[in-house]
């Protein structure tokens, strides 16, 4: 009979698609230059040039039987071997071919994962706010997300998490840069967190997996670097997208990279690749998986998005709103002004800007800006911004 | 901690994978040529042109932020408005692109389908001999397989499956043309079923859904013709798979049909959404479905299918050996004269000529042949395939 809990997760669009809805209506009733949407994380700047060369080279030059054919279900050999390569070389790793399982995307890397180490009514420790989908992932694996609050910094708070922690704990996710803060999370934060993982599962006497979701690593500002979390510790799983780095989210391309030095990494990782053979993942696209080793290393142009970012900053800051500054993603995470982010978004609803409450992330009083969208979009929407602004000042007054 | 049975699921290989490495291991042994491998069903005939035409296309004219951009989850609504009128055109149906879900394959269109509408403790009829995964995928929603065997032409016995349906029964899948046996099923056999599907229907008081997983549709010979299932049953689903027909299956894409005809069909659908959402299917591959409707309707040149079927039924029905005349997909179904499957594969391993075992398909005493190799290669095999016939001979003389 119909599974309502797929039937609502299909019939319930997220609040996100929600708003992206609401503003296409928008548009086309008062003109694309007068809604200013901030709704979606999609990337807006150009596919590097490697990307395209890299695809039409190979539909040029390769036996097509071979270059659509099956690879195996963990991913072309070759493939593997590059991505190892280009680990080892960038974050002075040691991995190799047979750690990696090329995945449909994060999404698809982030359910294979849970799938293989979480069993049903074990729970999975997510710092909030946090990426929605995250819950629809751990409950059709049967687990329990259990949330816990970032400190006032954005940053994963230790102390709750140590505390959070059970003998039913199997993961946590941690995602930075993040989603939707725009936080990335420092190399102290990562160190202290690690270190309670070992005391809890040294207490609990089994391991605890670290699931780094990881779209946004290449998108970072301000010189910041994103720790590369197997080197801090040994039962992490890395959930890897290229979908952000090249400007590609609709091709679904990614991998899950298993820690060499997992406890019971060849356990771990047949685990994986038989949560993709349940859920329907035979392997990942293959046209796209060759052409990976030729965009290795290579990004979108994403100074425009650090442009956008300061750009955000200042002028949001001289209206008076409050934020955090972030260092990652294209996500702007900015306080409401009435504490209430329902109120907040509404309002700005009211001046044509589509922002998204907090309340969906799993915590209230913010709105996520999205500032991957053209500068020039940005600079228009400054009066609607102001004029936000003062709508609170004229309530305070008033 | 580890899901065991994911780790299973990851550990064993499929007996035809096992085949398939074994095959690779022996030909380094005694040569290339050496070694007859008729173990995968993996396409060997050339994509058409269009394909590749259509992505170069694609490539050297779109902007490519929006070409590799995610598309809804759907899937593009022109993709499936060209695939809607597809459909119409070619069967006569009246469907429209809201009834179609662009899936990840055929494998995720099943697994999204079976999500949708299979809850914990009820069953599946499935026809034997059946494709391996799908007892993988049904066990992977709280499902439970129920194998009813077909008839001695191997076409489903519909007496055998209406006893079989019980008030648990969820669903039904058919696969014609089929994998392993090439059987395609008789519209005489389609109007019993169906028919028998609707009684049950009325005595249970809910919907049985007739899942049919159609990735060998075109690939059917001797001018026979594949029925259309919607137009037969209100409550089908039709799961799609371009692999075969196009010669892409590593590209992973295909599409779910719920037939705007299914009781209650708005729940259906949203619920095929909703567990494409929680299996982590984002979209299908925006590329490649972007170049879809400039190939419907094209097919790989599967007159090389036919010739290898024809030359395989002479010689071997010469040599001694016993099948039924296979109308579609790229298989052979062989009786073993031991009427032992397992003997008569490892006999013919002696022989170096690698066929699959029919026991892993839920049916003893046969072999499958695929025959998606070069003629070639059947040609070379045929000293082989008589010294295999004849050392039976030689056993039952002796």
Known sequence: MINQKMRELGAKRSVIRELFEY????????????????????????????????????????????????????????????????????????????????????????????????????EVIV???????????????????????CDGELQPDVMAIENAISEKTAAIIINSPNN???????????????????????????PIYLISDEPYRELVYDGVTVPYLTKYYNDTIVCYSFSKSLSIPGERIGYVLVSPRCEDFT?????????????????APSLLQKALPYCLG???????????????????????????????AFYLFIKSPSGDANEFCERAK?????????????????????YCVTTEQIERSMPAFEALAKSYKEKENG
Request: net charge negative; with cysteine.
């Open 23 to 122: 503003g296409k209506k928008r548009k086309a009733e008062i003109g694309e230059d007068k809604v200013y949407d901030f709704s979606l994380g999609n990337p807006s700047v150009a596919t590097p040039e490697a990307v395209n060369a890299a695809l039409s080279d190979l539909l040029s030059s390769e036996n097509p039987v071979s270059l659509h054919g099956y690879t195996s279900a963990q991913g072309d050999p070759g493939v593997r071997a590059a991505i190892a390569d280009y680990i080892n070389f960038t974050y002075g790793e040691s991995v190799n071919a047979d750690c990696i399982y090329m995945s449909v995307g994060a999404a698809a890397a982030l359910t294979c994962s849970l799938t293989a180490v979480v069993s049903a009514g074990e």
């Open 298 to 328: 290579k990004t979108a142009d994403i100074s425009v998005y650090d442009r956008n970012r300061r750009m955000l900053m200042e002028r949001l800051s001289e209206f008076g709103f409050e934020m955090i500054r972030p260092q990652g």
């Open 267 to 283: 356990s771990v990782y047949q685990a994986v690749c038989g949560a993709g053979r349940s859920l329907g993942y035979v392997c």
């Open 127 to 149: 710092p909030s706010p946090y990426f929605p989908e995250y819950k629809v992932f751990i409950e059709k694996c049967g687990g329990v997300i259990k949330e816990v609050a």
């Open 350 to 370: 009211n001046h044509e800007i589509l922002i998204v409450p907090s309340d969906d992330f799993g915590i209230g009083g913010y709105a996520r800006l999205s």
């Open 180 to 206: 939707p803060t725009g936080a990335v999370y420092s190399e102290k934060n990562i160190k202290a967190l690690t270190e309670a993982l070992r005391r809890c599962e040294k207490r609990y006497g089994h």
